[in-house]
């Protein structure tokens, strides 16, 4: 079951999923408890860091900053605040990021290799073309862009031993990923629901039990996937690559396109 990620404190909290269809991006929430600290000092801490001893960032408050091409060398930044922050092109590969907040941030480009991203909220974020190769993800990209990004191999699987907390899951709802690369990804369970895939490489990817209720995916490379269990209510298949995806034990209701779409080989569809 779907769930939306919101705040009345700075943590992450779950809302019930009959809001994500039609919900507008909230405003961002109040962070005035967090130290907050400048270019300067971050550039600072940067340079005094060493491979040994990473530079601190966790809880601090570092929204609306300009950090474009900034090179964080794996720095730690558990529940820092980015939102609005502009980090363009910033090295964040191997970056802890879990419960940080990058909300409408502009991560256009950024190396995102390896990061943590448990729990991380990136709702309205601009992440055209960002690598995210091999990275773990659990959160929140409502409404972002990540047209062109590259998610091969990243790892957004629901995380099931979290149960007493409700499904803890990807939430990429309302999102545009037209033309992006999650070639050999793991999403399962994952939330995509009303977001664009169209023209994605999903070849060999795994989303079982995934949303994709409203979800366009329009001349999609789906050869190979994993999409069993999954809902597809609304979804737009046309001209998508189906060769050899399993689809089995699927809901599929009001679907388009799949007269257009590629089936050799495609398990779980009528003849």
């Known amino acids: 079951m779907a769930r939306w990620f919101i705040r009345s404190s700075p943590w992450p909290l779950l809302l019930a999923p009959w809001l994500l269809a039609n919900a507008q991006m909230p405003a961002m929430g109040d962070f005035s408890g967090y130290q907050r600290i400048d270019r300067a000092q971050v550039l ?7 491979a040994q001893a990473p530079a601190d960032f966790s809880s601090k408050n570092l929204s609306n900053l300009d950090l474009a091409g900034v090179d964080f060398k794996h720095a730690n930044l ?7 922050a502009n980090l363009s092109g910033a090295n964040l590969s191997g970056c802890n990021l879990t419960v940080s907040f990058a909300e409408r941030a502009n991560l256009r480009g950024a190396d995102l290799r390896g990061a943590m991203m448990f729990s991380t909220q990136l709702g309205g974020a601009d992440l055209r073309g960002a690598d995210l190769t091999g990275a773990r993800f659990i959160g929140d990209l409502r409404h972002a862009d990540l047209r062109g990004a590259h998610l091969a191999k990243l790892d ?6 979290n149960q007493s907390m409700g499904l803890m899951r990807a939430v990429i709802s309302s999102a545009d990923l037209g033309g992006a690369d999650l070639r050999g990804a793991d999403l399962s369970r994952a939330d995509l629901s009303f977001t664009s895939l169209a023209g994605a490489n ?10 994709f209720s409203g979800t366009s995916l329009a001349h999609a490379d789906l050869s190979g996937a994993d999409l069993r269990e999954s809902k597809f209510i609304d979804t737009d298949f046309s001209g998508a ?3 050899n995806a399993d689809l089995s034990g699927s809901v599929l209701r009001n679907v388009r396109g799949l007269e257009s779409a590629k089936r050799s080989g495609t398990k779980g569809l009528s003849p």
Do not use: H, P, Y
Not at 44 to 50: D, G, H, M, N
Not at 156 to 161: H, Q, R
């Open 44 to 50: 600072s801490r940067l340079r005094e860091a060493t």
């Open 78 to 84: 558990t529940a820092a605040v980015l939102n609005g």
């Open 156 to 161: 957004g699987a629901a995380d099931m031993k």
């Open 202 to 211: 999903l070849q060999g990817a795994r989303i079982f039990g995934g949303d």
């Open 241 to 243: 690559d189906l060769t």
